[in-house]
Each structure stands twice: as structure tokens, then as C-alpha cells.
């Protein structure tokens, strides 16, 4: 499958990740928190299975395993550096029923009704059109197969949170886990684009960041923000966003407490039928 005409922002995605590629190994938090996505929707012996934007491979080794040799998995990322990596795994394993493959999770190419299964870990945040992106993965499905993935609440991550109302107060937009925000608004994504039988589990956790550190997460220009393109603050005038920055800062001393700042990561764990 091949890859024409990359959108500027895609080479956002992909600059990101492959640096990233080389370390995403040793995230123990994506691995558990990939697997626990396949513990609310297990796939079956036998089925055929797409695991979208997987990185190095953690839920299509998983499946793999599961599905047995009568089943087969395929994984798809935008960043070469991640295929790599997975490939590499790949060719160190003794599995026969998996492929890696580079391709956008927003414009896949495969036969519609192909996939009992398809997962999607920790991205949903990066894609710029969710409600097409969902109908097109529909699509991939076959009737009865089940879809999986995580998407972001609108109050978690700081950063985003904090930054968002700063940016609106002066009348700017930052997407960032906004479509997914609330649970209601998932469901009605799903339901617009067609899926039944949705269930939404809210895992809540978080940690705390010191303030010095926590101070220094304001969105710059040349910071990658997924899911939005052009970057959020790229037409937000000098002299706005300096301002933008004083404010954000002060907002962030007033969450501070004794242990630092709280950074809520809550996640929703998405599941729904076709
Ligand atoms: C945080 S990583 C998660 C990887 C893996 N699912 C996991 O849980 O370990 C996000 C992944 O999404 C991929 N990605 C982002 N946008 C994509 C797109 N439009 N098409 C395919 N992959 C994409 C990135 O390249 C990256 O590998």
C-alpha cells in the first residue's frame, strides 16, 4: 500500500514518531494500557483482525497470538520508524499470521467487510476527521465485528486542558481531544457513524508534576499538535500569545498544592458493533 501526497501534518505524525520509534518498547504504560483494550474486546480464533496506528506491533503480536494460524492480523502505521521497529520484532518471532504494513488510518485501502476485529490504541487523538475516520473504519468491518480504541477526554492532560481555555478566552481554537471529549460526544460519533452496541469505560488515573516543570508545558509553534492542522497557535499574533503564555503560567501556579500539579490522564475504553 502506498502513501502519495503526505499532508503537511502528516509529516508532523511522522517526525514524531520515528524518533520516538526506537524508545517505544520500553513504554510499559502504552503495553498495558494496549493490552487492557483487547481484555473488553477479545478477539476469536480464527478471525482477521486490523490494528490501526500500532506502533511496534504490542496489539498485533497479542492478537496474533490469539487468533490462532486459522486467524490473521495485520498492522498499519503513518511513521516508518515504528514499521521498522515492529518488522523487526517480526522477523525475530516465530509468527506467521501478522504483517506489518505503512499506511494512514484515515484513507486505508483494504476491501470493505474485511476485518472481524479492528483496534486502535493510544491515536485516536492524532487523526483530523474522527467522524469520517470511524464511518471508513466501519466500513472495514465485517457485519457483527467489533471495533476497540482509546480516545481522551477533554479534561485530561494539563496542557491541553489549561492551554485550551487560555486560547479560547482570546478567541482561538485548540482541538486537541475536544471531538472525543465526553463520553456523549464518543457515543454520538459512534452512533453517526453507524455502530451499535457502544460501551464507553472510564478508566481514571493521573500523577503530579512538579511546578517548575509543569510551567514550562506551554504549546509553542514548533511543538506537534495532534489532531489539529493548521498548529492551533500558528495564527495567534505575537503579542497574544506572549500574553496567552503569562496567562497560562499564572493558571498553572493556582493548581499547584504541595505535591505539584495534578496531570490527570483519564481514558476512555471504547468498544462498539457493526
Ligand atoms: C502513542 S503511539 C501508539 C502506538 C500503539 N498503538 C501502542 O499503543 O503502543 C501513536 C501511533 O499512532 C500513529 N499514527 C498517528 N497518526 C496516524 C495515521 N494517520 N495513520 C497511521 N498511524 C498513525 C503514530 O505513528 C504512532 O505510532
Redesign the pocket.
Known sequence: MKIQNLHAY?KH??DT?DER?GN?EN?EW??T??LRLIEDLPPRIGDSVL??????G??AFHTASLVGPSGNVVG????KG?INEANKKLAASDTHNLEFIL????RLEFPTNRFDRIY????FF??LNPLTTLRHWYDLLKPGGGLGFHAIPETSYFWVSVARSVLEHYGHLYLLNKPTGTIEKCRQLLMEAGFKDIEIREEKSGYYVALNEAKKTWLKKEDFAPGQYPHPVSDVPPRILSQCQQDYEARIEALNTDVGVWNDITMYYISAFK
Open positions: 502528516h505524525i511522522t514518531y520509534s517505544h513504554s502504552h503495553r494500557t494496549a490494528d490501526i496506528a500500532t506502533g511496534t504490542t496489539i498499519v502505521d503513518l511513521s515504528m499506511a494512514d488510518a484515515e486502535c490504541a493510544s491515536a492524532c487523526f
